[in-house]
């Protein structure tokens, strides 16, 4: 399937934004959606829309039987072991919460260390201090190189025998940088720690695989990956999640409730509380037939090849930073000397084409970096490299303009 096949098939990009064909490249925040994960979110709604789990009626029954289809299809798709593995969450967000409260909360102590990067999003932040400060635990990180990428030496220094968590992105959503996930776990397992892995910006552009990466904990959301809003999945290893308490309490996930006690459902229906996220859960299903279907390899070429005539292009004009690693996911993060990022995404916008300015949920980052904030387009699937050429375009002139304001 061609470039402009596949475009066909996301209803959105058919559209003049400021009397400009819309370029979209803010994947990195949301992606867009094919026609067949509407379509597939639309059908449950229009066809067999019920609670699941609960009726025996024939509604419920096939919802029921879409929604644990959609687990299964998520279970093969990152290669986890079971099902059972295989939690719905409202996003990557609630998932690495999760592990914050059910397990972090449950399992450190004064004394013990959790281990992050100067790169993480703020979902995988904030959660890990929230934990610190409840348990007396240490908030430790890793330094990043120059290029932002991290080496193997400084992860050995960082995690010691005390370290109980390493909870770290597969992806930067700035910097694109691709951490060696696999070679940290492994020194963190050394340790004795547990791995985490923000898969948020991985999982929609790379094949994942969690047993190949024996991390413990894997997070990812469905909006950025062509999938509905709202929905997202935390994989964990069934020894530990057998082990773990609930981080919400209600229907659903109960086995039985007395008064002054309840049990639990096994895995791993008892972190799902309440009426799940059940059309999200089918779109994600939806979504990730389609990204197979294209293919991971096809994906990564195109975005790889998309992100390196992106920094070839830009790297043309004068006075623009860009910062990252020369090899990374398909995504470009810059500034233009003297002209703040918001002005630069919103003279882009006036040229129909949509970028990302601001801290991106990274202000850590942003303060290693030396800046308040960046612009940021990033790739998928369906840009192509006439797009790349808008852009470059459109700074071209963001920057011309500044320069005959001032």
Sequence with gaps: MNIQDIRKLFPI???QVNGRDLVYLDS???????????????????????????????LGTKATDEYEGAREKVRKFINAGSTEEVIFTRGATTALNTVAISYAR????????????????????????????????????????????????????????????VSVMQVSNVLGTINPIKEIGKVAHEKGAIMVVDGA????????????????????????????????????????????????????????????ESSWKELPWKFEAGTPI???????????????????????AHEHKLAGYAIERLS???????????????????????VHPHD???????????VRAGHHCAQPLMKWLKVSSTARASFYLY????????????????KEYFSNVF
């Excluded at 809003?229 to 659903?252: C, D, H």
């Excluded at 043309?316 to 003297?338: C, Q, S």
């Excluded at 630069?344 to 949509?354: H, Q, R, S, W």
């Design 383 to 398: 840009n192509t490299e006439e797009e790349v050429d808008k852009l470059v375009e459109g700074v071209i002139k963001t």
């Design 28 to 58: 990195a925040a949301t992606s867009q959606k094919p026609l067949s994960v509407i379509e597939a979110v639309d059908k449950y709604y229009r066809g067999y829309n019920s609670n699941v789990h609960r009726g025996v009626h024939t």
């Design 106 to 165: 449950a399992y450190l102590k004064a004394g013990d260390e959790i281990v992050i990067t100067h790169m993480e999003h703020h979902a995988n932040v904030i959660p890990w201090q929230q934990a610190a400060k409840a348990t007396g635990a240490t908030l430790k990180y890793i330094p990043l190189q120059e290029d932002g990428t991290i080496a193997l030496e400084d992860v050995k220094k960082t995690v010691t025998e005390n370290t109980k968590i």
């Design 316 to 338: 043309e004009v004068e006075g623009l930073t860009i910062y990252g690693p020369k090899e990374r996911a398909g995504l470009v993060t810059f500034n233009i000397e003297d």
């Design 278 to 300: 059940i059309a999200g859960a089918i779109g994600l299903g939806a979504a990730i037939d389609f990204l197979e279907n294209i293919g991971f390899d096809t994906i990564e």
């Design 201 to 260: 910006q991985s999982t929609p552009h790379m094949k994942v695989d969690v047993q190949d990466l024996d991390c413990d904990f894997f997070a990812f959301s469905a909006h950025k990956m062509c999938g509905p809003t709202g929905v997202g999945v935390l994989y964990g290893k069934k020894t530990i999640l057998e082990k773990m308490e609930p981080a919400e309490f209600g229907g659903e996930m109960i086995d039985f409730v007395g008064l002054y």
């Design 13 to 15: 990009l058919d559209q």
């Design 344 to 354: 630069v995404a919103t003279i882009l916008d006036a040229e129909g084409i949509a």
